[in-house]
Nanobody, 119 residues
Framework: QVQLVESGGGLVQAGGSLRLSCAAS????????MGWFREAPGKEREFVAS????????GVASSVKGRYTISRDNAKNTVYLQMNSLKPEDTAVYYC????????????WGQGTQVTVSS
């Protein structure tokens, strides 16, 4: 099993920045990719960004491209999401997830961290 714990959420004004962290523990050697997703009130959970655990290849949703950056620190088993130029529509619960080797799905999820952007 892989355990994920997010941190770094909070309240920020529009135009501000936040950095989310996701610390992984347990069978981290079984991780292929880590991703960030978000879920706003009344909306479905959506993909935000991903990064492969070993190679560091990244993907970012078009809605946050140029504003969000995903990175990892393998020594700390931690993935980060740097969020700049935040907008009120970025308000959501942000979830970290891990995709196991050999799987097409994200099988492990964190508890989520709230990000609120005020106008």
């Amino acid at each position: 099993q892989v355990q994920l714990v997010e941190s770094g959420g909070g309240l920020v004004q529009a135009g501000g920045s936040l950095r989310l962290s996701c610390a992984a523990s347990g069978r981290t050697f079984s991780i292929y990719s880590m991703g960030w997703f978000r879920e706003a009130p009344g909306k479905e959970r959506e993909f935000v960004a991903s990064i492969t655990w070993s190679g560091g290849s990244t993907g970012v949703a078009s809605s946050v491209k140029g504003r969000y950056t995903i990175s990892r620190d393998n020594a700390k088993n931690t993935v980060y999401l740097q969020m700049n130029s935040l907008k009120p529509e970025d308000t959501a619960v942000y979830y970290c997830a891990a995709q196991p080797l050999g799987s097409a799905k994200y099988a492990h999820w964190g508890q989520g961290t709230q990000v609120t952007v005020s106008s």
